[in-house]
T-cell receptor, first 117, second 113 residues
Framework: AQSVAQPEDQVNVAEGNPLTVKCTYS??????LFWYVQYPNRGLQFLLK??????LVKGSYGFEAEFNKSQTSFHLKKPSALVSDSALYFC???????????????FGTGTLLAVQP | DAGVIQSPRHEVTEMGQEVTLRCKPI?????LFWYRQTMMRGLELLIY????????DSGMPEDRFSAKMPNASFSTLKIQPSEPRDSAVYFC???????????FGPGTRLTVL
């Protein structure tokens, strides 16, 4: 079965420090991977995606993610955290059960990022 | 582009009443998704459409829930009769096949008393 896991419910980091939000996946083929951010009382916002190509993907707000096929991971990173980065972050993988003919995503449970000033 | 539009943004109703949530996807997108988010259950996919056709409704919790997409620019999610346990934030998202990522609306916060 295809799945995505976010092992940490919450990540705490001091402002200015680097941050990492972890994500691992399990799919039967080549993964299409996504990160989303949700600020309080808002919908999910797309941050970045990996389809193919360079393993380091750059996205919005200075975030980047590294695709690691051997470790089946797609961790979200930022070199210097801001208080305004505090939000709920979701990792997602495209559901390949339909032979790729879908944009259905399987979402992780989310990780709450708290950046302390 | 205006993004995905949902209405109403907030809905408070009494148990047993019918509730209709509305969604206008981004123009040109051919997939539409309805999600529900609660603290207890997280983000759940209820149903999704490709080219206005329902593809997978396995996430619809029970027969009280129904969804329609009469055309490419409009979809509804109906709950009849509503129950307090239906209280949640309901999101609509749309996607274009060659893009992959989904774009979410602002959500409808439903409270059933």
């Amino acid at each position: 079965a295809q799945s995505v896991a976010q092992p940490e419910d919450q990540v705490n980091v001091a402002e200015g420090n680097p941050l990492t939000v972890k994500c691992t996946y399990s799919v039967s083929g080549n993964p299409y991977l996504f990160w989303y951010v949700q600020y309080p009382n808002r919908g999910l916002q797309f941050l970045l995606k990996y389809i193919t190509g360079d393993n380091l993907v750059k996205g919005s707000y200075g975030f980047e993610a590294e695709f690691n096929k051997s470790q089946t991971s797609f961790h979200l990173k930022k070199p210097s955290a801001l208080v305004s980065d505090s939000a709920l972050y979701f990792c997602a993988v495209r559901d390949l059960n339909y032979g790729g003919a879908t944009n259905k995503l399987i979402f992780g449970t989310g990780t709450l990022l708290a950046v302390q000033p | 582009d205006a993004g995905v539009i949902q209405s109403p943004r907030h809905e408070v109703t009494e148990m047993g009443q019918e509730v209709t949530l509305r969604c206008k996807p981004i123009s040109g997108h051919n997939s539409l998704f309805w999600y529900r988010q609660t603290m207890m259950r997280g983000l759940e996919l209820l149903i999704y459409f490709n080219n206005n056709v329902p593809i997978d409704d396995s996430g619809m919790p029970e027969d009280r829930f129904s969804a329609k997409m009469p055309n490419a620019s409009f979809s509804t999610l109906k709950i009849q009769p509503s129950e307090p346990r239906d209280s949640a934030v309901y999101f609509c998202a749309s996607s274009k096949w060659d893009i992959g990522e989904q774009f979410f609306g602002p959500g409808t916060r439903l409270t059933v008393l």
